[in-house]
C-alpha cells in the first residue's frame, strides 16, 4: 500500500525540463513483447493498493502497480471478478501495465475488453501533470474519454497512477466441453453458438479440438450443457486449458520463430488466416506460429519474437499516423514516455 | 425548398466577414444541388435548435449531403474559408450539442440514411450515420438481432449522433452504451481526410482511438459510416413492478439487488410524480399512490431468468417494496414499459415547459440525493419529477416550469446546476449521456481541474487546430473557465 504519486509527478516534471526519455516499467517481466524502448526507469511496480473498494457498488479503485494475482486474491473474498479476465503473467502483470497493454481473456466477444470494464483513470502527462478522467460511476459522458485511450497505448501518453474498474459477480458454475472438429467446422459451429444467447465465456479451436466454456448460474449452464453436447472436460483440464490459453502458454515461439496475431471478422474463412495454429475468441483472433521473419500475411502483429524493432504493431494509414503522432504531441510533447515503444514514429 | 435567394445577401452582409462567407457558399452550390442547401431563414427555422429548444441560433446556411464525397467537400470548404461547422443528426440532443453557430456551416445528416450490411453469421451491421436507431434494430429482427444501445428518442434519434453523444437507453445496464457496441467508424476530418478507427475484429492493437471519439460531440470529426455490434434477441423476457412508500426504499432494494450481483437488463424508477403524470397519460395501471416505482426486466434463457426472478422478487420485498406485479405475458410487459418511456412526454403533458438533467452517481447514493433535490425544488419553488436509469445512478431529473412567467427559466437552470454540482459532490459526473454541448459548459470547471480541462483543448487541436467543428461546446475556453471561477468566488 503505497502512494507514490507525488514522487513520479516530480520525476516526470524533471524529465519534462531536462529532456530526459523515460521508460515506464511495472512488472517488467515481458519487457521483449511491444517495441524496445529505453530510457529512465519509472518504477511502477511499487505504486500499489487499493485505493476504495465497495463490493456493493461493484467499483474498485486500485493504484497501478498492483498485481492482478492480489486484485483477484481480494475480489474472490467478496465473490467477485474483473470481467475482462486478464492474464496475471506468473502472479507478476500489474493493472497498470494490463490496461497499457490491453490484455483480455477468453472471455473478449461475451464480457468486453478492458475498456468495457474501465469507467475512469489517474493519468501523469509528458507534462507531468497529474490528472484524473472518468471517475467511479457507470456512466459518465464529461469531457474527452481520454481514460480509454490509454488502453493499449503502451504508457507513450502518460503514467497511469490509478484505476477505477467496473466489476462483475464471480460465476456460481462453470463447465468445458469438448468437440473433436477440424478448425473449417469448429468455426462454423462457433459462429452458429455465438449467437444463441447461452451462457459460453469461451470458444477456441486448438490441436483439433473445439473447446466451448460455459459459466454461469447453474441452471444456465447445465441446460447450455446439455444442449451442446460434445465431451465433458474435468474441472483439473479444463482450468489448466484456459489458464494456459490466457497466459499465452500455448503457443511458445522459439529462438527462430515469431507468433503472429491476427485480429478480424470472426467469420473470416480459415483459408483467409493459413496456417492458423490456434482460433480464439470464437474465431476474432487467431494465432499464427511461424519459423523465419516474414509475417505470413499483412496487418498482423508481431507478438512475440522476432526483431523488436521492427514495426511490431503493424502499419497505419498516414492520415491515422499523422493523427497518432498529434495526440501524443498533446499529452507528451517533448516525446519523453516510451519513446518508440508502440510505433517507431512515436 | 429554397435556395439561394435574396436572404442569403442579407445573411452574407450580417456574418461581417463578406468575401470569404460569398465565397464559401458560391463554392458549395458548386459542390451540392440546390436541394442540398437551404439558406432561407424560414426554411432554417427547423434547425435552430436540437431537443433543447431553451437555446436557438440560426446557421449561415445549411446543407444536407447524400454522399461521403459531398461531406468530404463540405469540410474541406469550411476547412479552406476557415468557417465553423456544426454536425447534426435528428436533433433530439438534450444539450444544445447540435445548435447551429451564427456565422457557420449546419451539416445535417439525415440522408446518409442506409443501411450498408447486416452480417447475421458476425452478428454486426454497417451503417450510414442518419440511420435511425430504430430502423437498425427493425432491419436486424427478421434474423433474431437487435441492437442495444437504446435511448428513448430511439424512434427518431441518429446512429451519428448517438456515437457522437454515447448514447444509452434503458438496456445499457447489462449491454452497454455505444461505445461498448461500436467496433469501427469512419470519419472525415476537417481537412476532410477520411480516417478509420477500430477495424473488423474486437481489439486492434494501438490507442484505443475509437474509444475517444465516441462521445466527442462533433468537435473532432464526422461520422459518415459505422459498424456496430448486434445482439441476438433473449429466448425469455420477464418485466417486473415494484410499487414502494418511499424514493429511499426504492434507492435502496437498487443498491441490494446490484450488491447480490445481479444485473438486469434494465432497472428503471419513477418518483411520485413522474407515476401520476406517466399513468394519466397511458393509462397502464402503475399504482398511483406509490411514491416510487421500479420497473426491472431480466433476460436470458428460462431456467437463467427463472432463477434471477425469485431472487429479485425476494430482494425487492425484503426492502421495502409494498407489491411486486410480475407482467404475465409480453402485452403486459409492453405496458409496463410503455409509461416509463412516455414519462417525458407524459410530464410535458402536465407543465408548460420542462428541463430534463442527466447527472450520475454512486448507486448507494441515490436516495440521498433524491432527497436532496426535493429540498432544493422546495427552496427554488419549482416541481422536480424523477424519472431515470436507477441501475446505473444515471439521474434523470425534470425541473418542471412555464418560460412565459418571468424568471422560471432562469430559477430553472439555477436549480439544474445545483442538481449537477450535487451530482459532482457525492462522486459523480455532470452528465452520463446527454453530453456537454453548450448547456453544461458552466459545470465542466467544476467536474475538472485546470490540467484536465488544458489537456482536453490540446487533444480537440490535435483534430481541429483551427476550432471550426462545433467551437463553442464540450469544452470550455482557458477564458471560460477563469470567468466561471471568478463568477464563484467574487
Ligand atoms: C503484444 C504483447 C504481448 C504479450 N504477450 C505476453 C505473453 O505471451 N506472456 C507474458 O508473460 N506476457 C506477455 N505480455 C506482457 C503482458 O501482457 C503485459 O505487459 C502485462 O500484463 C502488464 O504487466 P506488467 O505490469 O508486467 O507491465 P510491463 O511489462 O512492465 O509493461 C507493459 C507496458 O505497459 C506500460 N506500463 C506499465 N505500467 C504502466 C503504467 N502504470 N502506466 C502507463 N504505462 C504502463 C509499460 O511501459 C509497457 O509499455 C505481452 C504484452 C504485449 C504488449
Ligand atoms: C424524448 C427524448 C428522450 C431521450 N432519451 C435518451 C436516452 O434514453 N438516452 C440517451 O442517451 N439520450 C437520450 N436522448 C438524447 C438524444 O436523443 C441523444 O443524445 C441522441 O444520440 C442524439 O441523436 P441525434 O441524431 O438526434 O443527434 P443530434 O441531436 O442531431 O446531435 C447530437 C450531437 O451529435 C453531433 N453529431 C450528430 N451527427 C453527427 C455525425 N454524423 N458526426 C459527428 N457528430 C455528429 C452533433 O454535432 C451534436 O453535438 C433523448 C432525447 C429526447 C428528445
Known sequence: ?346 | MNTLSNTSNDLVKQAGEAGNVAALISDLQQLLPASGLIMSTESQRPFECDGLAVYQQLPLITVIPETVDQVQGILRLCYSHRVPLVPRGAGTGLCAGAMPHAEGVLLVMTKLNKILHINQHTATARVQPGVRNLALTDAAKPMGLYYAPDPSSQIACTIGGNIAENSGGVHCLKYGLTVNNLLQVTLVTIEGKLITLGGDGLDEPGMDLLSLFVGSEGLLGVVVEAKVKLLPRAPRVQVLLAAYDSVTAAGDSVAALIAQGIIPAGLEMMDHLAISAAEDFVKVGYPTDAQALLICELDGTDAEVEEQLAVVSQCFKLHGAKNVRVAKDAAEADALWQGRKAAFPAVGRISPDYYCMDGTIPRSKVGHVLTRISELSNTYGLRVANVFHAGDGNLHPLILFDASVDGELERAELLGGDILTLCVDVGGTITGEHGVGLEKMPQMPYQFGDAELAQFRRLKAAFDSEELLNPGKGIPTLKYCQEYRSLQHG
Open chain 1, 1 to 346: 500500500m503505497v502512494d507514490l504519486t507525488q514522487q513520479l509527478e516530480d520525476q516526470v516534471q524533471h524529465a519534462y525540463v531536462t529532456k530526459t526519455p523515460l521508460k515506464i516499467q511495472a512488472g517488467n517481466t515481458k519487457a521483449h513483447l511491444g517495441r524496445e524502448t529505453s530510457g529512465e526507469v519509472v518504477d511502477m511496480a511499487n505504486h500499489t493498493g487499493v485505493v476504495s473498494y465497495s463490493a456493493t457498488e461493484l467499483v474498485i479503485r486500485v493504484r497501478a502497480g498492483t498485481k492482478i494475482s492480489q486484485l483477484n486474491d481480494l475480489l474472490a473474498e467478496q465473490q467477485q471478478r474483473l470481467p475482462f479476465d486478464p492474464p496475471s503473467f506468473n502472479g507478476e502483470a500489474t493493472i497498470g501495465g494490463t490496461v497499457a497493454a490491453n490484455q483480455t481473456g477468453a472471455s473478449r466477444p461475451w464480457f468486453g475488453g478492458v475498456k468495457d470494464s474501465l469507467l475512469g483513470l489517474g493519468l501523469i502527462n509528458g507534462y507531468g501533470e497529474a490528472m484524473q478522467f472518468g471517475g467511479q460511476v457507470m456512466k459518465n459522458v464529461a469531457g474527452f474519454d481520454v481514460t480509454r485511450l490509454q488502453c493499449g497505448a503502451m504508457g507513450s501518453l502518460g503514467l497511469i497512477t490509478d484505476v477505477s474498474i467496473k466489476l462483475l459477480p464471480e460465476f456460481k458454475a462453470g463447465h468445458t466441453v469438448t468437440f473433436e472438429m477440424t478448425a473449417e467446422v469448429a468455426l462454423e459451429a462457433m459462429l452458429r453458438w455465438a449467437n444463441l444467447s447461452l451462457p459460453i465465456t469461451g470458444m477456441s479451436h486448438f490441436q483439433g479440438l473445439l473447446y466451448v466454456r460455459l459459466q454461469g448460474g447453474d441452471s444456465g449452464v447445465t441446460s447450455a450443457s446439455n444442449f451442446l453436447g460434445g465431451e465433458q472436460l474435468n474441472f483439473v483440464a479444463a482450468k489448466e486449458f484456459w489458464q494456459a490459453l490466457k497466459e499465452g502458454r500455448l503457443l511458445q515461439p522459439t529462438s527462430n520463430q515469431i507468433l503472429w496475431r491476427w485480429s478480424g471478422a470472426s467469420d473470416s474463412p480459415i483459408s483467409a488466416v493459413s496456417n492458423t495454429s490456434l482460433i480464439n475468441w470464437a474465431g476474432a483472433e487467431r494465432w499464427i506460429l511461424e519459423t523465419g521473419s516474414n509475417p505470413p500475411l499483412e496487418g498482423l502483429t508481431q507478438h512475440k519474437g522476432g526483431d523488436r524493432l521492427a514495426q511490431v504493431f503493424g502499419a497505419v494509414s498516414p492520415p491515422q499516423q499523422a493523427l497518432q503522432q498529434r495526440i501524443k504531441y498533446a499529452f507528451d510533447p517533448h516525446g519523453i514516455l516510451n519513446a518508440g515503444r508502440l510505433y517507431s514514429w512515436m
